[in-house]
């Protein structure tokens, strides 16, 4: 059935995007197994275009039938709405590189309930006095497809592993802050070890509570933190929308210096290691490398194919569509802090006196338009002589282009990190130069 | 098939809930029809316990061989689990009052694609310059049935319709903050000229922009702004869990004078109005009404079949099951705030110079342990001698229950908000003593 042909009786474009995905998880909750789950989703997004109007009809399914009625509801909706006078039609048909993710076999429930009964045990005999409050095992199969009246045609798979826990140290009536990590993959491999030593030794830590000190010290942002921080200030003003209405302070600034030597950032969706691993974004325009900051030097702005045209560039290929509401929007497919040369190990045995930073609280209050941040770091620890010698708390507020500008070292191993759409990619921990924070009473 | 028959096999005790839901809706963003969609949502959750250990398991089907497969999977789980020593038992086999609610016919997505297209020429016929950024107009059909090894069998269905609409003036290149209005029914008919009315009214005093220069004045909140404070600064402290772990200030305190005797709350699910009209919680236990404070005097806690069981109480049949990870939570089914005697028009126009708040911001981070609460009201307005004179903002901090004491009037209306698990239900308006604000600038 050609669903495309059959869709052009009404409209002057059509778009047909089918999804389908599966994820099978097991949870843990207060050390014990907390459940099980098997999920399936289909569903289609239909966007019709006709004389400039739009219509968007989005179906729980992928068979053709319900796809046929689903056209005829887009087209009841464009009649009632306005034209676009930007409407710069549908992306055309083009080439893609090959779709070099080999997605691995689906698994049961069973294998993460295993997964985690054995990190349960691991912990257990690694440190009796941890608790493992929550956590996730599983794995998201996912699969597009995209087709248009303008002879685009594009099928691809996706699969991502994931692995969070979250820890507390008990010392008698005392509880230590949570401590997370994660382990995101692209193969059935999740280093699970990695996860539960890492939460372990902070865990230790943890148990010896310091109070910030100092006002003004070197702090080194751990993955997850930086990724926080960045997601929710600096990111937003790399979006093509943004720069055409006027609410990104980096308009204009390409080829500027806008922050240090040491920095480099690029979406990157080719990498083996890529959280979302595409060939071509949600309207089928091929995906790239793009390249937002070269060593300090701000290179360029994500685009979709409806907000590049309007400014006249070209479609980056970070189209992203709401699974939920059909909106297309702007967004990362595999963002990248690049690495240095240093591992975070040396990096913090080189740290006299200083902060470490595992999370923030309140990073999405941001204010992306200016890069004004005023965050909790939680949990946060206390650097002397080289050593980890306690946990704390402060809170630090400034500008991210400030901080961003006061980079002393970043490390060289990144960690993958899996967030909302302008935080999902890869990052290394970053020691910012002497930082003003604010302690803040536990 | 005897699926709990089948179960024992495994289980000493086992409990199964069916979820049928579907939900048809349509989307407004920017004066368009954004989208409309239909979603069908099926899942069963399997509980079973084998030597006081639990196994829980999520599959997204009803079937019964789906289903069969889940016991399996759930007995593996409680395996590898440790025995609850406070394991209380599924609850027993129970009577419900009638279902009484009418469920009405499905509706296509082109009734509520329909509704959104006259309340778009409505708002441009009585305001041109004011805008829709956003809305949506649906339904969602609920079924559920319940089925334990204790004999429990009981089916209900739940209709919610809701109409949501997000609008800002614009006056020149000015433009007013969002302003929100929601209804919610028991049937097809939503009060979309209500919302309207509402919206364009308060965007034509939003356009006058007034500093907040009181630093202590009445304030009157509406439904949903003081639904969303009591929702998180105060309903915490409700529940029974809470209690039990000593996390609730107001423990022990039942029968106490706790705030103003101008307020009762309880839960009310056998309202006809009822956001969640249920006759049997997510365990199954029969729902009632359950009185919370009465003239302000604190008269109990809710409570799931678990944790009334560890106080030594009754459940009040609160159990609610997150659909996503099969975990029992405590929430209320239909939380109402008692009307008072005046119309909310009444009380306004005796206040001599006062602010009324439509929203908060960061209600969510108030601390449920203590009841301390920092927002920002945000629209807010500006009274003068009875007349609403203009938008503004500013910041409010204190304690719930300091507030609580300090009510000065309750509106007679109600009205349905439908937020997360604690806050759904039906709110007055209330009107508050001089409470101590603090201007924000915008």
Chains 1, 2 share one sequence.
């Not at 500027?256 to 979302?276: F, G, H, Q, R, T």
């Not at 991210?400 to 921990?429: H, W």
């Amino acid at each position: 059935m050609n669903l495309i042909r059959y869709g052009e009786k009404f409209f002057d474009e059509l778009e047909i995007q089918k999804i389908w995905k599966n994820e099978v998880s097991s949870s843990v909750e207060l050390n014990q197994i907390s459940s099980a789950s098997s999920e399936r989703i289909e569903r289609t997004v239909i966007r019709g275009v006709k004389d400039g109007k739009a219509g968007i009809y989005l179906v729980d399914s992928t068979k053709d039938e319900d796809i046929l009625k689903g056209i005829e509801k887009a087209a009841m909706i464009a009649k009632v709405n306005d034209p676009d006078p930007h409407w710069p039609g549908l992306p055309e048909a083009q080439s893609y590189r090959a779709d070099t993710l080999e997605v691995p076999e689906q698994k049961s429930p069973e294998h993460f309930v295993n997964i985690l009964s054995s990190v349960l045990k691991e912990v257990k005999l690694k440190d009796p006095k941890a608790m493992v409050v929550g956590g996730e095992s599983g794995g998201a199969w996912l699969r597009t497809e995209i087709l248009n009246s303008n002879g685009v045609s594009v099928e691809q798979n996706d699969f991502t592993s994931f692995f969070v826990l979250v820890m507390i140290g008990r010392q008698g009536a005392q509880v230590t802050p949570s401590i997370f990590d994660i382990d995101v993959s692209k193969t059935h491999e999740v280093d699970t070890k990695r996860v539960v030593d890492s939460c372990i030794k902070k865990i230790k830590v943890a148990n010896t509570v310091k109070k910030a000190e100092l006002r003004e010290a070197p702090v080194l942002m751990e993955p997850f933190a930086l990724s926080e921080l960045l997601m929710f200030a600096l990111f937003p003003a790399f979006n093509g929308e943004r720069e055409v209405k006027g609410t990104s302070v980096l308009a204009g600034k390409e080829g500027e210096s806008i922050m240090s030597k040491k920095v480099s950032i690029y979406d990157d969706p080719l990498n083996p290691n890529a959280v979302s691993h595409v060939i071509a974004d949600d309207e089928g325009v091929a995906t790239r490398k793009t390249s937002l900051v070269e060593h300090g030097v701000m290179r360029g702005f994500l685009w979709n194919h409806y907000w590049a045209s309007i400014a006249g560039r070209e479609s980056t290929g970070n189209g992203l569509r709401s699974f939920r509401t059909g909106a297309m929007s702007i967004g990362a497919h595999n963002m990248v802090v690049a690495p240095g040369t240093r591992s975070l190990e040396d990096i913090i045995s080189d740290m006299k006196k200083g902060y470490i930073v595992s999370s923030y609280q309140g990073a999405h209050s941001s204010n992306p338009d200016t890069g004004d941040f005023a965050v909790v770091a939680n949990p946060a620890f206390v650097v002397e002589d080289g050593e980890i010698v306690g946990s704390t708390v402060f809170m630090l507020s400034g500008n991210v282009y400030d901080i961003m500008n006061n980079v002393a070292e970043v490390s060289k191993e990144l960690r993958s990190v899996y967030m909302g759409m302008l935080g999902k990619g890869q990052y290394p921990a970053i020691k910012f130069e002497n930082l003003k924070i604010a302690p803040v009473s536990r």
